[in-house]
T-cell receptor, first 118, second 114 residues
Framework: AQTVTQSQPEMSVQEAETVTLSCTYD???????LFWYKQPPSRQMILVIR??????QNATENRFSVNFQKAAKSFSLKISDSQLGDAAMYFC???????????????FGKGTHLIIQP | DSGVTQTPKHLITATGQRVTLRCSPR?????VYWYQQSLDQGLQFLIQ???????AKGNILERFSAQQFPDLHSELNLSSLELGDSALYFC?????????????FGPGTRLTVT
C-alpha cells in the first residue's frame, strides 16, 4: 500500500516570502500522479497543482511550483510571494495510474498547516 | 465553486441511527468518490462509483454503503452510527477514472454523532 508523509505539521512564513512544504511518499509503482490540495478554514478542498510521475519537468501554476524527485520519492511544494489568502492546510496526495482495485482513490498525507504572518 | 454539490451541509444525529448523504457531481463527470476526514484518521478514501457501478473500494466500513443513480448523483448511507463516525464527508467527481482527470471536491457534509 502507498503511504504519503508530510513531516511538517505546521509552517509559518512572512507575507511576500517564499515557503516550501515537504512531502515524501512510498510506492512500488512506477506510474502515478501526485497532487497538492489546499484546505482553507472553509474546509473546501481545492486542487493547487498536479504532477505526472512520467514527466521530468516540474509542474508550475502561477506562484506555486513543485520539486519532484522521483528517485527520492519526494514532492515538495514551493509557494512564492506568499499571500494572506494562502493560509490553509495543505495536503499532499498520491494516486496510482493503475485503474481499479482502489487505485483510483487518493491517498493523502496528514497535512501541513501554513500560517502567513502579515 | 468546484461545481460539486453536497447536501446537507451539517447533520446531527444519535448513535445507532442511519443517515444518507447526497452528492451531485460536476456536469459531465461520470465518476464519484467519497472521502472521510476525521481528526483520528485524516483524509481517507472510502469508495468510488463510475457511471452507476462500483469501481473501487477504500477503507469503507461494512456499516457504510453507497450507490450512484442513473442521473449520476450519488448517496452515501451510514448506518448503526457510532461516535467515531463523526467526521467531514467529502464527495469528489472526475470526468473518468482511466486517465489522470483531477478530482474536484464538494464542500463536504459535517456529520456529528451524539
Amino acid at each position: 500500500a502507498q503511504t504519503v508523509t508530510q513531516s511538517q505539521p505546521e509552517m509559518s512564513v512572512q507575507e511576500a516570502e517564499t515557503v516550501t512544504l515537504s512531502c515524501t511518499y512510498d510506492t512500488s509503482e512506477s506510474d502515478y500522479y501526485l497532487f497538492w490540495y489546499k484546505q482553507p478554514p472553509s474546509r473546501q478542498m481545492i486542487l493547487v497543482i498536479r504532477q505526472e510521475a512520467y514527466k521530468q519537468q516540474n509542474a508550475t501554476e502561477n506562484r506555486f511550483s513543485v520539486n519532484f524527485q522521483k528517485a527520492a520519492k519526494s514532492f515538495s511544494l514551493k509557494i512564492s510571494d506568499s499571500q494572506l489568502g494562502d493560509a490553509a492546510m495543505y495536503f499532499c496526495a498520491y494516486r496510482s495510474a493503475r485503474s481499479g482495485g482502489g487505485a483510483d482513490g487518493l491517498t493523502f498525507g496528514k497535512g501541513t498547516h501554513l500560517i502567513i504572518q502579515p | 465553486d468546484s461545481g460539486v454539490t453536497q447536501t446537507p451541509k451539517h447533520l446531527i444525529t444519535a448513535t445507532g441511527q442511519r443517515v444518507t448523504l447526497r452528492c451531485s457531481p460536476r456536469s459531465g463527470d461520470l465518476s464519484v468518490y467519497w472521502y472521510q476526514q476525521s481528526l483520528d484518521q485524516g483524509l481517507q478514501f472510502l469508495i468510488q462509483y463510475y457511471n452507476g457501478e462500483e469501481r473501487a473500494k477504500g477503507n469503507i466500513l461494512e456499516r457504510f454503503s453507497a450507490q450512484q443513480f442513473p442521473d449520476l448523483h450519488s448517496e452515501l448511507n451510514l448506518s448503526s452510527l457510532e461516535l467515531g463516525d463523526s467526521a467531514l464527508y467529502f464527495c469528489a467527481s472526475s470526468a473518468a477514472p482511466d486517465r489522470v482527470y483531477e478530482q474536484y471536491f464538494g464542500p463536504g457534509t459535517r456529520l456529528t454523532v451524539t
